[in-house]
């Protein structure tokens, strides 16, 4: 018989019977729902009476049966893909912080180019909203090839932009492809990740800084040598001898195609189970996990016929109506007119796009208050590191002309350093994670006080070293932070809504950033900004404390 995995420590298991019959139980004793896994200090991870108490029963056997797997060469193959995502995204952002400087001397953007940071912005905005609900619409699959290519194809065309409205509204598209491939990462790689490798998803941050550290390293010949003098006045610098910028979008679509590449032609995806399960084609999912333990060299223990078997032993608890024949579905009668896959697929995404999804996100009283303080945070975090990256040069530059160096060279040398520094982060916030005095949550609030802590030690640094050690500090413990972010949300959103949920908060996220550009532009991109990115990031670990959920140790669902 089948098990399912039932509480914290994933070792322990029960069978399809005792479910059932421990399940009858707690309606007996006038109990409502099953029994949620329990984690850290006794908190449910999820409170069930928002979801199909069948689909909860099934994904539960997935999860086991992706337990039972484990980790192997398709995971692996999964993180290096799903990495390329996080380094696209972050790429493509760094992108327009290092070359706003020259792109200004040659197109002369009014609002020291607050428009074309924002055109990125509303891509992003708009990417993370579109992909993020689509993806639990149409599925991971067909949103996870296509936003790379959107972002490379674009990205070409911000090279060739003519004008600042031509190269601000580029960007917005590439933005468009860069922002939707976030939540569709994160929420594909947790579903097919064993339990006890979760903590893997916040390592997948290492492609975010490594991706830092390659933007500036290429940005930095680019720059330094085909680009005009910072203090070239607007009109004296033609575009002949302005081609810096042009040639690292031209460097990085040329790279971001080449992922994509590899992504679509060599390597076979498949739809994640759980998503085929929340769309009642369980045949469909049980045939990707015998995939996957092929790859893998190991044995699928679950078949269709057990998940008939929950499916029937929750419908008697329950008191729902049994299936007309169990182990046969019901063909749909053939009517003129009937819909195409198509449009069936467009249906869905309509009645997604309609509210149910969002308003699933909000069922009970505890689920809303962890829906809502998890879109604050991620609202709080990004306002704060955007605005702090986005003119992260400017910083550099300025720090350098304070102290009698103010060198392009030194400042993009710099840059490059701040960018490999970040990598460590991404190691030691996943080893921090899975350790029971901090878990998700205490790692969270720390690195985040930290960060800001380490801002306000920048502003007083009397020498360019000193300033530099204080950035790269605060830059390892911001690694933390987003790997931490890209971790917990998933993993605290069911399936059925997993990429609604992460994608609103990708979206809420990008809202925020908008402001990014403004707040820099009103504080005049100096110390001031600082402090205020300083300050938000320790009011966000202040914030921490308010999320109900701790999921560490827990499958998600």
Known sequence: MMTVVSSEEPKEVVSDTSLASSSKENLDSGLETFEAPVVGHGIPIVDFQSLDPIFEAKSRAISNAIQHIGWGRYQWKLFLLSGFGWFVDNMFMAAVSATLPTIRIELNPPNKGVFLCLGQQMGLLVGAFVFGLGSD?????????????????????????????????????????????????????????????????????????????????????????????????????????????????????????TLWMVRFFFFKLHESPKYLLAQGRDAEAIAVVDAIA?????????????????????????????????????????????????????VRSCSVLSGKQIRSLFATKKLAISTSMVMLLWMT?????????????????????????????????????????QIPGSFIGGWLIEQKALGRRGTLALASLLSGGFLFGYTQAKSQDVSLGFQCASAVMQNIIWGILYTYTPEIFPSPQRGTGVGLCSCLSNLASCFAPVLGYYSNVGKTTIYVCGSLFVFASGLVSALPYESRGVAAL
């Not at 031509?166 to 339990?195: D, K, R, T």
């Not at 550290?213 to 607007?234: K, V």
């Not at 060299?297 to 929750?314: F, P, R, T, W």
């Not at 590191?385 to 400042?411: C, D, H, K, M, R």
Request: aromatic share 12%; glycine share 8%.
């Open 294 to 346: 092929k790859q893998n060299g190991k044995e699928n223990i679950l078949s269709v016929h057990q998940l008939e078997e929950i499916e029937a032993n929750v419908r008697l608890v329950r008191g729902l109506p049994p299936k007309a024949e169990i182990g046969e579905e019901k063909e749909a009668p053939e009517r003129k007119g009937a819909m195409t896959e198509t449009a069936q697929i467009f």
């Open 137 to 257: 619409a149409i599925g991971r699959t067909l949103s996870f090839n296509m936003t790379l290519l959107l972002a490379g194809i674009f990205g070409f065309a911000v090279a060739g932009g003519p004008n600042y409205i031509g190269v601000a509204f580029l960007m917005a598209v590439v933005g468009l492809g860069a922002g939707g491939n976030m939540p569709i990462n994160s929420a594909l790689f947790l579903e097919f990740c064993p339990q006890e490798q979760q903590w893997v998803l916040a390592v997948l941050s290492v492609w975010w800084s490594l991706s830092s550290a390659f933007l500036a390293l290429l940005a930095w010949p680019f720059l330094m040598n085909f680009s005009c003098p910072l203090d070239t006045e607007w009109g004296q610098c033609p575009r002949s001898k302005n081609m810096g910028w042009r040639y690292l979008y031209i460097t990085i679509a040329t790279f971001t195609l």
């Open 381 to 421: 975090l990004s306002i704060s590191w955007n605005t702090y990256n986005l003119f992260l040069p400017v910083f550099i530059a300025q720090q350098g002309i304070e102290n009698g160096n103010p060198s392009l060279n030194t400042t993009y040398r710099n840059y490059a350093l701040i960018g490999i520094c």
